[in-house]
């Protein structure tokens, strides 16, 4: 047997490896979208001027705070969620008020779609006492529990089975709630999503789990991180699955619609596949060498805000002039949160030793 | 006073939380239809059913995390682990989110879950399931941890930690369960977390020994006494928060202090013990504290190597003599 030349082996990732012309290819095959319009989907045209407000104050909440960042107003890590938004909105549209939402660290929008206004927003992103985590998680933990919204996670994975365990609080209680998990496609090739999995579906947890693959964990192309497709995660642990186009809201919505009503009826765990892409770096500080230009601007072609307007104009739902009157809105609404954030007082000293433990007077080592 | 072994202990404890509260709920391998590893769960299967008593995956990061997200979403778990040396592979869950979920979202989230499992070292059993994580964990802020050393410290204590509403790790050992002890039968016994006991009394020499090391302090105690040495025994029983003004108490009347722990030697208990009472009693002493711990080494196979490693009643008598000058 002829001897193996040394070069052959490297351990570049290849992952699901589809090649084009010798190169991986990159980002992520968006399905097609719905083709159902919005009276077929049960949705009003309020209902789509909601969904256009709440995608746009996403959108420019981040943008704004990417200023504000650049301009050296608050420090920490920041993850934008631009281009995502569509995920977000339809999701929470789709789902009960009271269902429970448990997310990553690239949380804005999801925590601004749950109610934490731009206000209480913006100022945890300044670490201000008025935020919505008192100044004390950041732009990772945006967190509004009141409403169901339980948070932005920092660690990759580690709140996939805390949503598991959110599912199984319900089941218990019988409450009819269901939870909905969610993560990057980074998170895919941690042991903490193959235990829940196994887990949730061992004890028919009523969770969804989706996974809003952008394309990148950080800097490293979903195709070179995971062998098989990510959706068939699920075959092992013999979960239902669909993958949705993350760029349309109508196809998140009706996924989300279809499969909230089949998870809360059967009480049997589901995992989606939500096909997306970020539009910015994976943090502030990512100079983006692992894809093109041309790559960026393709997906930026599918804009899930830019869609949703087409549909509004072309549908006659909204005039050129009532569109800008929502935008100059969320804009105002949105310049407001950074004088907010500005203006508010940052926690008090006290305040350090605040909200470790739930007594009055907890013991502190020292 | 009724005597109990410490797993008769630990169940009833399960068991009286189980009936007064609805929302408590255990978990962990092998608890229900196996009865528990270690028999700590004995009859709460038939007791209380598939709900409540819930056999696990041989997956502690998963099943811990479900038990963060059951405790955030409203319920009381009591997540068993076979041994806290497994609980490593869930220590991002007890790390990372137990003790950081409720600070990081400025305390809009309660954490009201219990680990629990046998701790440290039970013989030949090798490196890997031979550690003590007591002081480990109460490294980190934003846990309570708890290591007795009597069944009726277990009972009371494990009780406050069903109840307590902060996470709460309840530390055991497996070769304590079959240990017998008088357990107090008062109705609904609680002990406050964070509260030591003085176990023996004496005037010589103060020996601050908890969990299984509180059993070589005794036997150590007994030896001494021969030897006309007085030894006083506090066992803190809950390492964090800590009873410092017990152990402080003691040395003022003592004026010298032993310190024995199963963990080994690098900012573990025993040296945290001996900095705090450099600060609190430094005037007091009449001799440096000494500490018996492990050797900064793996637990070993052999018989001979592994009673090398394990502290034993003869360290705490050769530090004790140290302390007294003795020696």
């Not at chain 1, 993958?243 to 009826?265: P, Q, T």
């Not at chain 2, 955030?72 to 003790?99: C, K, Y």
Request: glycine residues 8%; contains cysteine; proline residues 4%.
């Amino acid at each position: 047997m002829a001897k193996k030349k040394k070069d052959d082996i490297n351990f570049a990732p290849r992952g699901i490896g589809d090649e084009k012309d010798g190169a991986v290819q990159k980002g992520v095959d968006l399905p097609n979208p719905t083709k159902k319009k919005h009276k077929s989907l049960g949705l009003s045209e309020d209902d789509l001027k909601a969904m256009y407000e709440q995608m746009y104050l996403q959108r420019r909440f981040e943008e704004r705070a990417m200023q504000q960042y650049q301009k050296g107003k608050f420090g920490g890590f920041l993850h934008l969620y631009i281009g995502q938004e569509a995920i977000s909105t339809g999701t929470v549209f789709a789902l009960n008020d009271d269902d429970d939402i448990i997310t990553a660290y690239r949380d804005h929008g999801w925590g601004l779609c749950r109610g934490i206004t731009a206000n209480e927003g913006m100022a945890e992103l300044f670490g201000k006492k008025t935020g919505c985590s008192k100044g004390k998680g950041g732009s990772m933990h945006f967190a509004k529990t009141e409403n169901h919204f339980w948070g932005g996670y920092g660690i990759v994975g580690g709140h996939i089975p805390i949503g598991g365990g959110l599912a199984f609080a319900n089941k218990y209680n019988q409450n009819g709630r269901i939870s909905a998990t969610f993560f990057g496609d980074g998170a895919v090739d941690q042991g903490a999503l193959h235990e829940t999995f196994n887990i949730a579906n061992l004890w028919k947890l009523p969770a969804i789990f989706a996974v809003e693959n952008n394309g990148y964990s950080m800097g490293t192309a979903a195709r070179r991180h995971t062998v098989t497709e990510i959706v068939d995660r699920a075959k092992a642990y013999g979960m239902k699955s669909k993958v949705v186009n993350g760029m349309d809201v109508f196809s998140v919505y009706e996924a989300m619609k279809e499969v909230s009503k089949e998870v809360r009826e059967s009480s049997e765990p589901y995992f989606l596949e939500i096909r997306t892409y970020r539009y910015r770096g994976h943090s502030m500080s990512d100079p983006q060498k692992y894809r093109t230009k041309e790559e960026l601007e393709t997906y930026q072609k599918n804009d899930p805000i830019e869609r949703l307007k087409s549909y509004l104009l072309d549908e006659k739902i909204l005039k050129e002039d009532e569109i800008q009157e929502i935008e100059e809105k969320v804009e105002q609404e949105v310049l407001d949160a950074v004088e907010f954030a500005d203006n508010s007082d940052f926690p008090d000293e006290e305040a350090l030793y605040d909200d470790m433990f739930t007594e009055d007077e907890p013991y502190f080592h020292n | 006073m009724a005597e109990l072994q410490f797993r008769e202990a630990i169940r009833e404890a399960i068991d009286e939380e189980m009936a007064r509260e609805e929302k408590v709920f255990i978990m962990g391998e092998e608890v229900a239809e196996y009865n528990g590893a270690y028999k700590a769960t004995e009859g709460l299967l038939d007791k209380y059913g598939y709900k409540r008593v819930i056999d696990t995956p041989i997956s502690e990061l998963g099943f811990a995390g479900i038990g963060v997200g059951a405790a955030m979403n409203g319920l009381r778990p009591i997540v068993e682990f076979m041994t806290f040396n497994f609980a490593v592979l869930a220590a991002d869950q007890i790390i990372n989110h137990a003790s950081k979920a409720g600070y990081m979202t400025g305390g809009q989230i309660s954490m009201p879950i219990v680990f629990r499992g046998p701790n440290a070292s039970a013989g030949q059993l090798g490196a890997t399931h031979s550690v003590a994580y007591d002081s480990m964990y109460a490294h980190f802020p934003g846990l309570k941890v708890i290591y007795t050393s009597e069944p009726d410290d277990a009972k009371g204590l494990l009780k406050s930690a069903i109840r307590d509403d902060n996470p709460v790790l309840f530390m055991e050992s497996e070769q304590m369960y079959g240990m017998k002890g008088e357990v107090s039968e008062e109705e609904d016994y609680i002990i406050p977390i964070g509260k030591g006991k003085i176990k023996r009394e004496g005037s010589d020499v103060t020996v601050v020994a908890h969990g299984k090391m509180y059993h070589v302090a005794k036997q150590a105690a007994a030896q001494l006494e021969k030897d006309g040495v007085d030894v006083e025994i506090i066992d803190p029983r809950t390492v964090k928060p800590l009873d410092l003004p017990l152990i402080v108490e003691s040395i003022k009347k003592t004026n010298r202090c032993v310190v024995v722990d199963e963990a080994h030697p690098f900012a573990g208990f025993a040296a945290e013990i001996g900095f705090l009472i450099q600060r609190e009693a430094f005037d007091y002493l009449d001799a440096p504290v000494q500490r018996v711990t492990l050797p900064d080494v793996n637990a070993p196979f052999a018989k001979n190597l592994f009673d090398a490693w394990l502290p034993d009643a003869k360290q705490v008598i050769d530090a004790v003599n140290q302390v007294t000058y003795r020696n």
